[in-house]
Nanobody, 121 residues
Framework: QVQLVESGGELVQPGGSLRLSCAASGNIFQISTMGWYRQAPGKERELVASITITGSTNYADSVKGRFTISRDNAAKTLALQMNSLQPEETAVYYC???????????????WGQGTQVTVSS
């Protein structure tokens, strides 16, 4: 069984910073691309950032220059450093990872339970 567990979401003032973390555990053979989505109330889930196993990154235009995604392949962890946060970025942030589990020949997408980020004064 594979699990992704996020942490780090909390209330932060506009212009503030937060660091989200995601840890993968379980019967994992290989982790490919990892990343973060977010979903604000009444809106569709949107991709925030992703990172390949070799470290290539992709960011939504709205977060370029402010957010940094990183991963530790040995520790099976993912992080998202978020700076200059704005109220419109209030959302539940979800970690995802494309994983081949032990005993499984298919690459599947796994999701964390989400962590709430609230940007408000």
């Amino acid at each position: 069984q594979v699990q992704l567990v996020e942490s780090g979401g909390e209330l932060v003032q506009p212009g503030g910073s937060l660091r989200l973390s995601c840890a993968a555990s379980g019967n994992i053979f290989q982790i490919s691309t990892m990343g973060w989505y977010r979903q604000a109330p009444g809106k569709e889930r949107e991709l925030v950032a992703s990172i390949t196993i070799t470290g290539s990154t992709n960011y939504a235009d709205s977060v370029k220059g402010r957010f940094t995604i990183s991963r530790d392949n040995a520790a099976k962890t993912l992080a998202l450093q978020m700076n200059s946060l704005q109220p419109e970025e209030t959302a539940v942030y979800y970690c995802f990872a494309n994983i081949i589990a032990l005993g499984d020949s298919s690459l599947r997408t796994y999701w964390g339970q989400g962590t709430q980020v609230t940007v408000s004064s």
